[in-house]
Nanobody, 115 residues
């Protein structure tokens, strides 16, 4: 059994920054993709940024140039540095990972951008 735990969410003013962290734990034999999605009430979950199985990085157009995804393979962690935050970035952010050939999700962390 594997677990993904996010941290780093919170309240930030427009223009501010936050860094999200996601740690994978449990019986892990392989992690072939990791990334972040977000969801607002009444809307579908959308991809924010991800390392794909092929090793490339994808970003949503809305966050390009402002968000940066990174990972620490030795620690089974993925990070999301979010700069120049906007009110429309307000959402619950979820970590997602392809672990042992099965997708796992974290419980989510709230990010609120408001003055």
């Amino acid at each position: 059994q594997v677990q993904l735990v996010e941290s780093g969410g919170g309240l930030v003013q427009p223009g501010g920054s936050l860094r999200l962290s996601c740690a994978a734990s449990g019986s892990i034999f392989s992690i072939n993709a990791m990334g972040w999605s977000r969801q607002t009430p009444g809307n579908q979950r959308e991809l924010v940024a991800a390392f794909t199985r092929g090793g490339s990085i994808n970003y949503a157009d809305s966050v390009k140039g402002r968000f940066t995804i990174s990972r620490d393979n030795a620690k089974n962690r993925v990070y999301l540095q979010m700069n120049s935050l906007k009110p429309e970035d307000t959402a619950v952010y979820y970590c997602k990972a392809l672990i042992n050939d099965a997708w796992s999700w974290g419980q989510g962390t709230q990010v609120t951008v408001s003055s």
